[in-house]
């Protein structure tokens, strides 16, 4: 069964603090992860990663894939209010599942002044 | 504007009742996506669509019912089948070529069973 975990589900830091977002994943025929930030109700793109160890960046928000470990991990440095959202994770197959993405649970990041 | 329109964004409805989420776009998207939130739970596939008159469900189909008759329409109907239809609803669309990359969102519909 296809998944994507994520962990961790909360977390709280202070204005000015470095957070890693991480995101596993189980999908058949891998072709892409992505990265949304939803602050109250769309989620809002910020990252498509589809090969190993090429960092995004946007800012202070950076993304990096490992395909041989499964893993994906989304890293903000110098934190402020605004980065308050959920942060989820999803993966997308080819194949059979094409066209469907696989969602994690979400983190909820909250930053305090 | 290009974009995708989510009616209504909040709804009432009693124990027993059908209701239906509109979900309207003028991207010219191929394909169609309805997705339910819970709290903590992230975004689970309710059904989706690749082409017109064509959908395939996702991972928790039951109770809900869709079509496709139109390219830019994708409407969910939430049937008095459906255990715990009180959740958030996001429609979303891609271009096929782009499938398995960004989807688009529309704002949701937050539908409340009383």
């Known amino acids: 069964e296809d998944k994507v975990v994520q962990s961790p589900l909360s977390l709280v830091v202070h204005e000015g603090d470095t957070v890693t977002l991480n995101c596993s994943y189980e999908v058949t025929n891998f072709r892409s992860l992505l990265w949304y930030k939803q602050e109250k109700k769309a989620p809002t793109f910020l990252f498509m990663l589809t090969s190993s160890g090429i960092e995004k960046k946007s800012g202070r928000l950076s993304s990096i894939l490992d395909k041989k470990e499964l893993f994906s991990i989304l890293n903000i440095t110098a934190t402020q209010t605004g980065d308050s959202a959920i942060y989820l994770c999803a993966g997308g197959g080819r194949g059979s599942t094409l066209g469907r993405l696989y969602f994690g649970r979400g983190t909820q990041l909250t930053v305090w002044p | ?114």
């Open chain 2, 1 to 114: 504007d290009g974009g995708i329109t989510q009616s209504p964004k909040y709804l009432f409805r009693k124990e027993g009742q059908n209701v239906t989420l509109s979900c309207e776009q003028n991207l010219n998207h191929d394909a169609m996506y309805w997705y339910r939130q819970d709290p903590g739970q992230g975004l689970r596939l309710i059904y989706y669509s690749q082409i017109v008159n064509d959908f395939q469900k996702g991972d928790i189909a039951e109770g809900y019912s869709v079509s496709r008759e139109k390219k830019e329409s994708f409407p969910l109907t939430v049937t008095s089948a459906q255990k715990n239809p009180t959740a958030f609803y996001l429609c979303a669309s891609t271009p096929l070529q782009g499938v398995n990359g960004e989807l688009f969102f529309g704002e949701g519909s937050r539908l409340t069973v009383l």
